[in-house]
């Protein structure tokens, strides 16, 4: 799997703090492949949250363009923007977001009742599903317990199996790791390692630990909102066995959206 | 429903901020309830006892420019109400209608009473045919003493009992069936009139206040008499042996003989005004004067609508006759009831405002709380309509618990009340009230009135706060709590 599921082309973001701008990231260009486990790194303000704001469709570029899954972000309202946030992107957030009237499976369950369960699958699959997603993420005998009851380490894992429950294409994880002790963090990372191997979700994370950036196959660093490295682990193994990989213009949605010569891939290939 | 699901559990996790907006929902809906039941009771309690007592549904009066009630006050004027011209023309057109029941028609007025040279007091007289009256207001009248007076009596009057004992307590002579008694008024333009009428009975009215209870019967000429229509009477006067020997040998014209003794010739024009004064030509169209048309709708019909009808048909007759409800017919009273009524109700809606900007605050600080929370669920993929039936349903709920707390309360109290009653602390309240006590009935009516008030407020109170958090957009969710 080597085809482009997220391209940033000359993306600026600006903020407006009163009547001062600030430019979060400038000129940031990048491609992010299907299936690819990738890290943001950079220090604090350096553009990451930026990025992944972006990138999950939280919010618009000032200039340039913001391709996720095939679609131009820019093109499209809050109802399509939500739509391609729920059906394929996950969120893994620093402080877990866990909704704290609802219990572990709740929550996990969550995006499926935000579709109104009317998708194709039965109530009884999506259960089952749900289940296995707790279950894989080690929180089996705490399905019933509410976030406050659970530990900081197992409250993210709550979040990591939340993320996956849509089965997305694309999952985003800002500083996931930043509220654990270090111990707790590798497992969470090791955690979405096995995620990102099983069911060839793409992850992106963002993260300042100079460690864990080095689990990622394709890291990017910034400093001042510019991109100071972009790198992929796996192209650079690639290059050194002399070849690259291929990249075909196959689709006419990736076409028509300006993803010229690259294949753009849904939801459903990261089906589990 | 999982927007329905997180507004019931977040009711629970800000318990405090629930316990204050359910605490003035429910503080309201009982104010509500209790203070609608208290102005329900009282309004059916006058409107019983005028529309099955006195007043009819509907009353249609002579011409005059303001409402008149049934005891013959016209606000703005000291004049004797006129009679309704063409009463046979509302007759016919009420009988007509399948909404009606029965019609009754009376005369109105005040009278003061005496025997011989004494006089002994005054009161409110209704004239009416009493076996007419006695059908259309069944239940009202009971005869304490004597008998009811027949077609073929004497003039008659059947005197209330707090009347009989104010003329009794004035007078040296033992007031019973039987005795004679003059009646005397100021009429417009007859002038005084006295009539001598035969007390029939001591009647008492089953449901009345203090002005009501008051009230005398009289024939319908006799109050003819006195009110000034007495060339509109029903019958001939009915004259003494010693009136009537009188005007048998009296002769007219011989006041005259020393005038015009010489004059012999009788114009044309004068016989033909001798013709048209011929008795049969003149009493055939008379129709007997009545100053209102009482009005019973039957069971269930709109008396909204049988107003509005009549009305129209009044317009139309063009004699600038009056149609009116029992409110009007029944006074200050009932007005006061009814206007009691707006004042709560305008009252209600002052603090409902102020309840709304309280619960709207509360609200607002409670979405601003949770700005993370609906970020988040932003996020995931929650459209704004699932934000706002989230916080919809959290005031809904809010509103549904208090409402049937206030309710529920309100039910006990108004129970507890019905028991022991409200005294009332004076003679307004308790005409009022129509009697010294009241004791309140819950009122289903009120309750849902209540109930929707409160729901209203709370739709309305989270207007805003809805508005504020379906503009919280899913990047908050990113932002450390």
Not at chain 1, 221 to 227: E, F, H, S, V
């Amino acid at each position: 799997m080597s085809d482009t599921i997220i391209k940033l082309d000359a993306v600026q973001k600006v903020y407006y703090l009163d009547t001062v701008e600030v430019e979060a990231i400038r000129d940031i260009s990048l491609e992010i492949r299907a299936g690819d486990f990738v890290s943001i790194a950079g220090p604090s303000g350096s553009g990451k949250t930026t990025i992944l704001n972006l990138i999950g469709c939280v919010d618009k570029p000032t200039s340039g363009t913001v391709i996720v899954n095939g679609q131009r972000t820019s093109d499209l309202d809050d109802d399509r923007l939500t739509e391609l946030r729920h059906r394929s992107i996950g969120f893994i957030f620093q402080t877990f977001n866990l909704i704290p009237v609802l219990n572990i499976r709740e929550n996990v369950e969550l995006p499926l009742l935000l579709d109104g369960l009317s998708g194709s699958e039965s109530k009884a699959e999506r259960e089952k599903w749900v289940d296995f997603l707790i279950d894989s993420v080690g929180l089996k005998d705490r399905m019933l317990h509410k976030p406050a009851e659970l530990s900081g380490g197992q409250r993210q894992r709550v979040a990591i199996a939340r993320a996956l429950v849509m089965k997305p294409a694309i999952v985003l994880a800002d500083e996931p790791t930043a509220n654990l002790d270090s111990a707790t963090g590798e497992s969470i990372l090791r955690l979405m390692r096995k995620m990102n191997e099983t069911f060839g979700t793409t992850f992106i994370f963002s993260t300042h630990d100079p460690d864990i950036v080095e689990e990622a196959d394709h890291i990017i660093r910034l400093k001042d909102g510019i991109i100071v490295e972009d790198r992929r682990i796996v192209e650079d193994q690639d290059d050194k066995l002399g070849f690259r990989p291929s990249v075909r213009a196959t689709s006419p949605e990736a076409t028509s959206t300006g993803l010229n010569g690259i294949e753009a891939t849904g939801t459903e290939g990261s089906q589990p | 429903m999982i927007s329905a699901r997180l507004a019931w559990r977040n009711l629970g996790l800000h318990r405090k901020k629930s316990l204050i907006i359910g605490l003035i929902m429910g503080l309201g809906i009982l104010i509500l309830f209790v203070g609608n039941s208290l102005i329900d009771t009282t309004i059916s309690g006058l409107r019983r006892m005028f529309v099955e007592g006195y007043t009819g549904d509907l009353m249609v009066t002579g011409p005059t420019e303001f409402s008149t009630t049934v005891l013959g006050e016209t606000a703005g004027s000291e004049e004797v109400l006129p009679h309704i011209a063409q009463i046979k023309k509302y007759e016919d057109f009420l009988k007509s209608r399948q909404d009606v029941a029965s019609i009754l028609p009376i005369l109105s007025g005040q009278a003061s009473f005496g025997i011989g040279e004494e006089e002994l007091g005054s009161g409110y007289c209704f004239g009416v045919n009493i076996s007419d009256y006695r059908a259309f207001f069944p239940d009202n009248l009971t005869l304490m003493s004597g008998e009811w007076p027949e077609e073929s009596d004497e003039p008659w009057v059947l005197l209330s009992e707090p009347t009989y004992a104010l003329l009794q307590q004035s007078s040296n002579t033992e007031i019973k069936p039987g005795t004679k008694i003059i009646m005397t008024a100021l009429a417009n333009s007859a002038g005084t009139v006295i009539r001598e009428v035969s007390v029939k009975g001591i009647i008492k009215f089953n449901q009345s206040n203090e002005q009501l209870a008051g009230i005398t019967l009289v024939d319908a000429d006799t109050m003819r008499d006195l009110l000034g229509f007495a060339s509109l009477r029903d019958g001939a006067p009915k004259l003494s042996e010693h009136e009537a020997a009188f005007l048998t040998d009296f002769d007219p014209d011989s006041l005259f003989d020393d005038l015009f003794a010489s004059q012999t010739i009788m114009t044309e024009s004068e016989e033909q005004l001798e013709l048209a004064l011929e008795p049969s030509q003149v009493t055939a169209e008379i129709v007997p004067a009545w100053q209102f048309l009482l009005v019973r709708a039957k069971k269930g019909a709109n008396t909204s609508k049988l107003l509005d009808e009549l009305q129209v048909f009044s317009e139309q007759l063009g004699d600038g006759d009056r149609v009116q409800d029992w409110v009007a017919g029944a006074g200050k009273v009932a007005r006061t009831a009814v206007t009691i009524r707006l004042v709560f109700d305008l009252l209600v809606a002052i603090i409902a405002v102020v309840v709304i900007m309280i619960m709207m605050n509360v609200l607002v600080i409670s979405v601003n709380e949770r700005l993370h929370e609906i970020g988040t669920l932003r996020a995931i993929g929650a459209k704004r309509h699932v934000v706002r039936s989230m916080i919809l349903y959290e005031t809904t709920f809010m509103a549904l618990i208090a409402g049937a707390a206030g309710l529920i309360l309100g039910f006990i109290l108004l129970l507890i009340m019905g028991k022991v009653g409200i005294r009332a602390p004076n003679l307004f309240f308790e005409a009022l009230f129509g009697g010294e006590i009241l004791k309140p009935v819950i009122s289903i009516g009120a309750a849902i009135r209540a109930f929707l008030w409160i729901l209203a407020m709370a739709l309305a109170a989270s207007w805003y706060p809805t508005r504020v958090a379906v503009r919280i957009e899913p990047v908050v969710a990113m932002r450390g709590e």
